[in-house]
């Protein structure tokens, strides 16, 4: 299991650039003016894990099969896209379908770059597209809440259930606040909030598109989005995406030097997949053998069974138990046979938790 992960901003921040540069593709069309993405581009990504080859080396796999992810290259949004101006209603569907919204934010100055409101204000771009997300998201509540209301005085306990955690929502955007801040009281809440699709209830990334220069230690501009996103509770990362677009094409030894001569340790692909895994709370096991090492991804909290039907529906249904070894005593001891000889093969049932790291061996029915 991978996520999406849909690349929203104004026209000409540098979302095509940066979908190309992370999936290596040029599927999008970078072009210099808006609404050159018309319909959304999807690429999936590979996700970058040192510990995968660690343990294909020790196993002798001979595959190495990273786990995935999605990125949507969704169009600009304007002023006005919750009106379908632009070419509003037809993108905030897209945003709709993604499990997180990476918000794009042009954070450098290039005369030769238009943009959409003509100045450099990377805080007054992201409150332009979270004010269209939150307009949509009203307009939309304001007509579902009190058919529930009123079907919920009928004793429905579905439309009860709605009615409270949905009118918590409404409440929210009525104050210019976005709906992800609303707290489900139980379960059955959390599922009706989710089923909901709310817009502006998905976790954001901000990411930072700055200059070469600044890719290292960020600007003026970058700094001040990360104060946004800490008094959010929103993550952000910087990139450049003019660095990116360079290193597509380049071997891995190729990178490695140009990224130090850039200051730089890692590629923005790999901080926009940390952070994303952080946004969303996810985790990595592992299943490793000798014709193939490979990385699955789970919600953090999900148990062995749940990670199991993450390989087959048929596991979860038939799940018996998981031979378990944590990636430390993995790599420490030299392999699962060592690991088995020194007790560190653990056999899990139904409701263990799986752990980030975790190699994993299920038996099932």
């Keep these: 299991m991978g996520f999406k992960c849909g690349i929203v901003g104004l026209p000409n921040?540098?979302?095509?650039?940066?979908?190309?540069?992370?999936?290596?593709?040029q599927a999008a069309q970078a072009a210099n003016y808006p609404f050159c993405t018309i319909e959304p581009n999807v690429g999936q990504v590979a996700v970058p894990d040192?510990?995968?080859?660690?343990?294909?080396?020790?196993?002798?796999?001979?595959?190495?099969?990273?786990?995935?992810?999605?990125?949507?290259?969704?169009?600009?949004?304007?002023?006005?896209?919750?009106?379908?101006?632009?070419?509003?209603n037809q993108f905030l569907g897209n945003i709709r379908e993604v499990d997180a919204v990476v918000h794009v934010l042009r954070c450098f100055e290039n005369d030769d770059i238009q943009h959409v409101d003509n100045k450099i204000d990377p805080i007054s771009d992201a409150e332009t597209v979270e004010t269209e997300l939150m307009l949509s998201d009203l307009e939309s509540l304001e007509k579902r809440v009190p058919a529930f209301q009123k079907k919920a005085s009928t004793g429905d306990k579905e439309s009860?259930?709605?009615?409270?955690?949905?009118?918590?929502?409404?409440?929210?955007?009525?104050?210019?606040?976005?709906?992800?801040?609303?707290?489900?009281?139980?379960a059955d809440e959390e599922r009706v909030f989710q089923q909901a699709q709310l817009l502006t209830s998905k976790p954001v990334l901000y990411v930072c598109n700055v200059d070469e220069g600044s890719?290292?230690?960020?600007?003026?501009?970058?700094?001040?989005?990360?104060?946004?996103?800490?008094?959010?509770?929103?993550?952000?990362?910087?990139?450049?995406?003019?660095?990116?677009?360079?290193?597509?094409?380049?071997?891995?030894?190729?990178?490695?030097?140009?990224?130090?001569?850039?200051?730089?340790h890692e590629t923005g692909l790999a901080r926009v997949i940390r952070s994303g895994y952080d946004l969303l709370h996810l985790i990595t096991f592992f299943t490793v053998g000798p014709k193939e090492a490979r990385a699955w991804t789970v919600h953090k909290g999900e148990t062995a069974p749940q990670a199991a039907g993450v390989i087959h529906s048929d596991f979860e249904k038939g799940f018996i138990r998981a031979e378990t070894i944590a990636f430390d005593d993995f790599i420490n001891l030299g392999g699962e046979s060592k690991c088995r000889e020194a007790g560190k093969l653990r056999a899990e049932g139904k409701t263990y938790v799986v752990q980030d790291g975790d190699v994993m061996h299920f038996l099932h029915s």
Excluded at 13 to 25: I, Q, R
Excluded at 163 to 172: E, I, K, T
Excluded at 253 to 258: K, L, T
Aim: proline share 2%; aromatic share 4%.
């Design 13 to 25: 921040v540098g979302k095509s650039t940066l979908f190309n540069a992370l999936t290596e593709t």
């Design 50 to 88: 040192a510990r995968l080859d660690q343990l294909a080396k020790i196993a002798g796999s001979q595959k190495i099969i990273p786990t995935q992810l999605a990125f949507v290259d969704i169009a600009g949004l304007v002023r006005g896209a919750s009106k379908g101006e632009g070419l509003g």
């Design 160 to 186: 009860k259930i709605a009615a409270s955690v949905l009118g918590q929502a409404l409440d929210l955007l009525r104050e210019g606040k976005p709906a992800r801040l609303t707290v489900p009281n139980d």
């Design 215 to 264: 890719a290292a230690d960020g600007n003026a501009f970058s700094a001040k989005v990360f104060e946004k996103a800490k008094a959010e509770g929103a993550n952000a990362v910087i990139v450049s995406a003019a660095i990116e677009s360079e290193l597509v094409g380049m071997d891995e030894a190729g990178r490695m030097e140009f990224l130090e001569e850039m200051g730089l």
